[in-house]
């Protein structure tokens, strides 16, 4: 199963649509998952087009946004169970705060968002993601987003590219 990673959208404050290397990836997916800070719905309807979305809210998000996700969330695939959240909050870093927000939680992976950074790392057993935004890189050197497969085990990784590559 292939599942597309993305968050931090910001659409259309940072860009006009989704880039086509984004979109690329959405042809082929077996379902999307949004970390937040999607901007407007245009993008979960857009994203819709695709496949399944499954999301959470992040900070910039109106209360529109905010009455359809919730601030976390755990989807279970195949077995594995996904959390995902945006990571928004006060004190410690973005991921320590998307760490602490399942704490206690059974989960294989924490998806979160906010920091615009790309992270791919194990913290014990569990897969700790953060895909990058794939429309506003902010310090970044390039674009990002994720990809997730899940098989015998879970595997990420992210997609890296330059805003005009196809």
């Known amino acids: 199963m292939k599942i597309v990673v993305i ?15 984004l979109i690329e990836e959405l042809k082929n997916t077996d379902l999307i998952l949004h ?32 009455a359809m996700f919730p601030y976390k969330k755990i989807v279970e695939i195949l077995g594995y169970k996904i959390g995902i959240t945006h990571g928004h909050g006060k004190g410690k870093t973005t991921e320590q705060r998307a760490i602490e927000t399942f704490k206690g939680e059974e989960v294989d992976c924490i998806i979160f968002g906010h920091s615009h950074i790309p992270v791919i790392r194990y913290e014990r057993d569990i897969l700790i993601f953060n895909p990058g935004s794939p429309t506003d890189k902010r310090r970044q050197k390039l674009f990002s987003f994720g990809v997730i497969s899940l098989s015998d ?3 990420a990784e992210h997609i890296i590219f330059n805003e005009g590559q196809q």
Do not use: C, F
């Open 7 to 21: 968050s931090d959208t910001h659409l259309p404050k940072r860009k006009k649509g989704l880039p086509p290397r």
């Open 153 to 155: 085990k879970i595997m």
């Open 35 to 66: 970390a937040g800070d999607w901007q407007t719905l245009d993008v979960y309807r857009e994203l819709q087009s695709y496949g399944r979305v499954e999301g959470v809210y992040g900070n910039v998000d109106d209360q529109e946004i905010k």
